[in-house]
């Protein structure tokens, strides 16, 4: 289940996004501190191009989605970027069932509560665990480039899903 972030969940978001496997797959790979998440969180609640959800499973909070760059509605065609993570240490050896939950859920809010047409969003080159979970998800791998990341070049990859793909 999905539900939106709370003031409650504050911390718990930060703690799960600075968890080291979280950070070595992100494109901030930096710990997140408490003032700059504050800040954050300030303009995330202020900006209405910004969703953040909290992933419930089992009725417990296991994990965060993000939707940002949300165009407004009426827009042609609505689109959105996303990120998604969870709390690894909480999930244990139920972390694969969830990340293939938590992407289920994501895809379906995108389209049905958010009616976008669009969702894409960014993977590491390295991440071959979640790339290949996109793919079998329908996203199409549309367009690579190098950044710095973590002092290093690093190849990414955006992805896109359309809401045609999510009828399939």
């Known amino acids: 289940m999905l539900r939106p972030a709370t003031e409650a969940d504050k911390e718990l978001v930060r703690v799960w996004r600075n968890h080291p496997e979280v950070q070595a797959v992100s ?3 930096e710990e997140i501190t408490p003032e700059m998440h504050e800040r954050w969180w300030a303009a995330v609640q202020q900006d209405p191009s910004r969703q953040v959800l909290v992933y419930e499973r089992r009725g417990e909070p296991a994990g ?13 065609p609505r689109s959105a970027m996303w990120g998604y993570y969870l709390d690894n240490d909480g999930l244990g ?7 293939m939950q938590i992407q289920r859920e994501g895809v379906r809010y995108a389209f049905e509560e958010l009616g976008l047409e669009v969702l894409e969003g960014e993977v590491l080159d390295h991440n071959e665990a979640v790339r290949s979970m996109n793919r079998r998800s329908g996203f ?4 690579s480039y190098e950044r710095e990341i973590g002092g290093r070049p690093t190849l990414v990859h955006r992805i896109r899903r359309t809401r045609d793909q999510q009828k399939a």
Do not use: H, K, R
């Open 27 to 29: 494109l901030q790979q």
């Open 64 to 76: 965060v989605v993000n939707f940002f760059d949300i165009t407004a509605e009426g827009s042609s």
């Open 93 to 99: 050896g139920a972390l694969l069932p969830a990340w």
């Open 140 to 143: 199409t791998e549309v367009e």
